[in-house]
């Protein structure tokens, strides 16, 4: 009996261990198992940009880029010989800025260059004078030649000696009508004929020739008449032929722009002027105040209208205004009064269209 109880009882763990280990197998499977957590949605992609929006290019208006671009071409200028050196010094400092554009300047005088810029050959007519309503004007309006006339500076057309002249430090109005005048021609040749305090000395006269507005703005003050003068002195459209006249010539005298003495003033003496009210000397402050009388006057440039449409000739027209107190300076002219400057400017502007 024992021996089937310890039987039965070993039967009965054994059966009993293997229920639990199964029950165990079977629970493990039974359970639940944790909700696995949510994935992260991936980020979305940005939206993309849209694309902008195709925009209708201006329309091309014929006017030249707000930079105004590089110029280029020709400027042809002729004319006073006075007017010459200033218009020189600023074709060199507008070149400097603008290389592809040449200017030409010329010396032909006031007269002469009138004839080319009223035949249609010149943008630019250099004079020391106003155009003449007589024959000048009408000649430009014939061929339809239309322009406008800026003054670009002020002159003090200088009356000059031999350096060793220590007599005629003043010359009065009469006095140099004495040598100038028509009717001096082949008699008054000798500085004594002028005043008898001169010593005896040759009169040696040289001047500017007949196509120069300094000769025709001399011999209106001087003799009363334009163009009135004695015809027996060295003429030359060339100021820099009269200083070496006068310069190698004891009893030399000639008249030119204060350009050139300030130029040569090493070699000539300058003699003062007596108008009336004193002697007084030339200089820039005489010359704009207006007491060196008779002999200060105003300085022009003459522009075609029909030029201006062209960049490179409205850009150094403007230039020169603009500019005017450099270039006066660089070139020893005397510059305008403001107000004259001012209305120069205005009077391009309205040429230009502006």
Not at 21 to 26: K, M, R, W
Not at 30 to 47: G, H, S, W
């Amino acid at each position: 009996m024992r021996s089937r109880r310890r039987y039965g009882f070993a039967l009965f763990v054994v059966m009993a261990t293997l229920l639990a280990v199964a029950a165990a197998g079977c629970g493990g499977g039974d359970e639940e198992a944790e909700p696995a957590a949510p994935a992260e949605p991936a980020p979305a992609e940005p939206p993309a940009e849209p694309a902008p929006a195709e925009t209708e290019a201006p329309a091309e208006t014929g006017a030249p880029p707000a930079s105004g671009g590089p110029l280029s071409g020709a400027v042809e200028v002729d004319g006073s010989s006075t007017v010459g050196p200033l218009v020189q010094a600023a074709a060199e400092m507008f070149q400097g800025e603008n290389p592809d554009v040449n200017v030409t300047v010329g010396i032909s005088g006031t007269g002469g260059g009138f004839e080319r810029f009223c035949a249609g050959e010149t943008d630019i007519s250099n004079a020391s004078r106003p155009i003449h309503d007589d024959d000048e004007a009408p000649l430009c309006a014939e061929n339809g030649v239309e322009y406008v006339e800026l003054q670009v500076a002020v002159d003090a057309i200088t009356v000059v000696t031999n350096k060793e002249n220590d007599f005629a430090a003043c010359l009065t109005v009469d006095q140099l009508h004495t040598m100038w005048a028509p009717e001096a021609e082949g008699t008054v040749t000798n500085w004594n004929q002028v005043d008898p305090s001169f010593p005896d000395e040759e009169l040696a006269l040289s001047g500017p020739g007949t196509d120069s507005g300094t000769f025709d703005y001399f011999t209106d003050v001087i003799n009363g008449e334009e163009g009135a003068s004695r015809a027996d002195y060295n003429a030359s459209e060339d100021d820099n032929v009269i200083v070496t006249a006068v310069e190698g010539a004891a009893g030399g005298l000639g008249y030119f722009g204060y350009t050139y003495y300030e130029e040569n003033q090493d070699q000539l003496n300058a003699a003062e002027i007596d108008g009336g009210n004193g002697c007084v000397a030339p200089s820039p402050e005489t010359a704009q105040d207006g007491s060196y009388t008779p002999l200060s006057r105003p300085l022009f440039i003459y522009v075609k209208k029909e030029s201006l449409a062209r960049p490179e000739v409205a850009a150094f027209a403007q230039y020169i205004l603009d500019n005017n107190a450099a270039i006066t300076e660089a070139a020893l002219f005397i510059q305008p009064h403001e107000d004259d400057l001012t209305a120069a400017k205005d009077a391009l502007a309205s040429a230009m269209g502006g």
